[in-house]
């Protein structure tokens, strides 16, 4: 069974949780939310919340396929977690699937692993990106090896299959 860990923190992007939540568990996949805070409970940007099922500290990378950073505000505050630029690291290093939309490219700067790739985010972080050393383009999704990226929620349903079709073709 394929595993994929979800990195939350308040004032996350409430489709670009739920949805890969959804769909990934809708084909067959186990996924974990991992919280970068003590607390249990995150509070969506617009208000849905979310009890996650475990802390970033009991996270190992070993032990998924994927990590998905969302949007929303969230990723300003993952970004300071050092733990979870730890573990967004060595998953993109050990070539397991890193995942992100919106503005979870900030995960991806403050983790040093953008230098020459090519990815997409929300238009608002493409100066970020792009001075992280970074392609960015504008496209619904992007891949660049282990890397998905896209921009924005009208952009999950194939941010989505392209994360089930990667993980399928890394297996092989």
């Not at 186990?30 to 617009?46: L, M, N, P, Q, R």
């Not at 505000?73 to 967004?88: G, T």
């Not at 953008?114 to 792009?130: E, N, R, Y």
């Not at 970074?134 to 990226?149: G, Q, R």
Request: charged fraction near 25%; glycine fraction near 6%.
């Amino acid at each position: 069974m394929k595993r994929a860990v979800i990195l939350i923190a308040d004032q996350y992007q409430d489709l670009e949780v739920w949805y890969p939540i959804l769909r990934l568990r809708e084909a067959g996949w186990a996924v974990v939310t991992a919280g970068i805070d003590s607390k249990k409970t995150y509070e969506g940007k617009f208000g849905y919340p979310i009890t996650v099922d475990t802390h970033i500290d009991e996270v190992k990378a070993k032990d998924f396929d994927v990590a998905i950073v969302p949007g929303g505000w969230a990723p300003d505050f993952i970004r300071r977690s050092q733990v979870a630029l730890e573990l967004v690291s060595e998953m993109y290093r050990t070539g397991k699937i890193v995942a992100t939309i919106c503005h979870g490219g900030w995960v991806l700067i403050s983790a040093n692993i953008l230098k020459g790739k090519q990815v997409t985010s929300v238009s608002a972080i493409k100066d970020d990106m792009i001075n992280a050393g970074a392609l960015w383009l504008d496209k619904d999704v992007v891949v660049d090896d282990n890397l998905i990226t896209s921009r924005k929620p009208d952009d999950l349903p194939i941010f989505c299959k392209t994360i089930l079709t990667v993980s399928e073709k890394l297996r092989n």
